[in-house]
């Protein structure tokens, strides 16, 4: 079975510009959160969406928003870019229940110049 | 506010030998504990995980020993193998928000043949 894919894997956008990630889940998967990865550091949380809705949101801006479609996949949009945003995005998708696991996609390493 | 300090930044052993990563945190809510191993170029990918009710969990070559008193955690693999040389991420989420995971800033392991 294939795992989470994403697009593009690689991205070069300048600040001020506007970016789209997408993300398609394991199959039977309903579950999508996005993770960003600076370079040297852990992955912070994001967003997470289950049945198309909004389930969590972490300490990031307004500029940062996101939404699942009926078929479980999602896309992540970043406004105004920053340098700052410069990062590895990634996806996780799960089964939501009791001990649910992440399972991570290979991200999406977006450059902001 | 960084929830969960990890340690040591790197970490060099020898083919054989016994590789230790620690983790400490400070939320006492937190009650999901995994370890992921990250190669380059690749998602997260979860090796083990506890839950604070039991103080030690092995599968295979990997355990996690947990300190519920000291809010710490820690990682041992056992006979580090040169393909085991990645970057480990510990990590912890509360509530049932197992998706809602904090990391880590990671340890780069190095084994050596």
């Known amino acids: 079975d294939a795992g989470v894919t994403q697009s593009p894997t690689h991205l070069i956008k300048t600040r001020g510009q506007q970016v789209t990630l997408r993300c398609s889940p394991i199959s039977g998967h309903k579950s999508v959160s996005w993770y960003q990865q600076v370079l040297g550091q852990g992955p912070q949380f994001i967003f997470q969406y289950y049945e198309k809705e909004e389930r969590g949101r972490g300490n990031f801006p307004d500029r940062f928003s996101a939404r699942q479609f009926p078929n479980y996949s999602s896309e992540l949009n970043v406004n105004a870019l920053l340098l700052g945003d410069s990062a590895l995005y990634l996806c996780?998708?799960?089964?939501?229940?009791?001990?649910?696991?992440?399972?991570f996609g290979p991200g999406t390493r977006l450059l902001v110049l | 506010q960084q929830q969960v300090k990890q340690s040591p930044q790197s970490l060099i052993v020898q083919k054989g030998g016994i590789s230790i990563i620690n983790c400490a945190y400070e939320?006492?809510?937190?009650?999901?504990f995994p370890w992921y191993q990250q190669f380059p170029g690749k998602g997260p990918a979860l090796l083990i995980a506890i839950r604070p009710d039991v103080s030690e969990k092995k599968e295979g070559r990997f355990t996690i020993s947990f300190n519920k008193s000291a809010k710490q955690f820690s990682l041992h693999i056992m006979d580090s193998q040169p393909g085991d040389s990645a970057t480990y991420f510990c990590?912890?989420?509360?509530?049932?928000?197992?998706?809602?995971?904090?990391f880590g800033k990671g340890t780069l392991l190095t084994v050596n043949p």
């Open positions: 990590a912890a989420s509360y509530g049932g928000s197992n998706y809602k995971l904090t």
């Open positions: 996780a998708s799960s089964f939501p229940g009791v001990g649910e696991t992440q399972y």
């Open positions: 939320n006492t809510a937190f009650d999901y």
